[in-house]
């Protein structure tokens, strides 16, 4: 697998990323669904991943600046036909490291409490995310965990 930094521009990955929102909208509430659009992940202060494997697009990820020593994580998602199979841990591996050489000392993350999220919250457990406050714009909510790691 091939991890690369991605600027955006391509069909394949914006419908990874319209079929990303599509399901999280399905499965939360929309005043519980903080997943960027295309747009959003364009902008500033976002660094972007995709992971491809033998060319086939797998798997994506992001960090989001939030100040010179804290930025959040955005955007993971793996193919569902690739789902358990290590894309998210290797991609996990990557944006822990990249963010530490960007001179973060913290990344947080957002996701949801429901079922459909319990993989995602495992994953981000075993790579030593713990729950916190609500961080950045974020305000209390039932259908979100909040999670950080020091790095």
């Given at each position: 697998m091939k991890i690369e930094t991605d600027d955006l521009s391509g069909a394949e990955i914006a419908a990874?990323?319209?079929a990303h929102v599509r399901q999280l909208r399905a499965v939360s509430p929309p005043e519980s669904t903080h997943a960027l659009d295309l747009d959003a992940l364009r902008r500033p202060g976002i660094t972007f991943w995709s992971v491809r494997d033998d060319g086939v697009l797998v798997g994506c990820g992001a960090i989001k600046r939030l100040d010179a020593d804290h930025a959040?994580?955005?955007?993971?998602?793996?193919?569902p036909v690739r789902k358990r199979s290590g894309v998210a841990t290797l991609l996990l591996e990557h944006i822990l490291t990249e963010a530490k050489g960007m001179g973060y000392t913290r990344l947080s993350l957002e996701t949801g409490t429901a079922e459909f999220f319990l993989p995602a919250r495992r994953l981000y457990e075993k790579f030593g995310f713990t729950r916190c406050e609500p961080f950045a714009d974020y305000r209390p909510?039932?259908?979100?965990a909040f999670l950080?790691?020091?790095l």
């Open positions: 990874f990323l319209e959040e994580l955005k955007s993971m998602r793996t193919s909510d039932p259908n979100s950080t790691r020091r």
